[in-house]
Nanobody
Framework: QVQLVESGGGLVQAGGSLRLSCAASGSIGNIKTMAWFRQVPGKERELVAAISSRGDPYHTASVKGRFTISRDNAKNTLYLQMNSLKPDDTAMYYC????????????????WGQGTQVTVSL
């Protein structure tokens, strides 16, 4: 079992920055891919970024060049640096982990955090 706890969300003006963190505990030695998802009420959950245990990142097109995913395996922590934030980035952001594969497009993400709200105002 892997437990995930997100932090770092908040209210920011457009153009601003936030850094999300996700602390992992439990069976952390089994973690392969980690990822950030976001969801707006009434819309489907969206993969924002993912990273393998080796540190290979993936960013969805809408955030590429603005967001950066990283992980510190020694601290068991996942990060999402978000710059040049837009109102469209407003969502609940969730951290997720998969213990079976290092390929984000094959991961099923069996572990999830409770989410942290990001709100970007004009």
């Amino acid at each position: 079992q892997v437990q995930l706890v997100e932090s770092g969300g908040g209210l920011v003006q457009a153009g601003g920055s936030l850094r999300l963190s996700c602390a992992a505990s439990g069976s952390i030695g089994n973690i392969k891919t980690m990822a950030w998802f976001r969801q707006v009420p009434g819309k489907e959950r969206e993969l924002v970024a993912a990273i393998s245990s080796r540190g290979d990142p993936y960013h969805t097109a809408s955030v590429k060049g603005r967001f950066t995913i990283s992980r510190d395996n020694a601290k068991n922590t996942l990060y999402l640096q978000m710059n040049s934030l837009k109102p469209d980035d407003t969502a609940m952001y969730y951290c997720a982990a998969d213990v079976y594969t290092d390929y984000w497009d094959l991961a099923e993400f069996g572990s999830w955090g409770q989410g942290t709200q990001v709100t970007v105002s004009l």
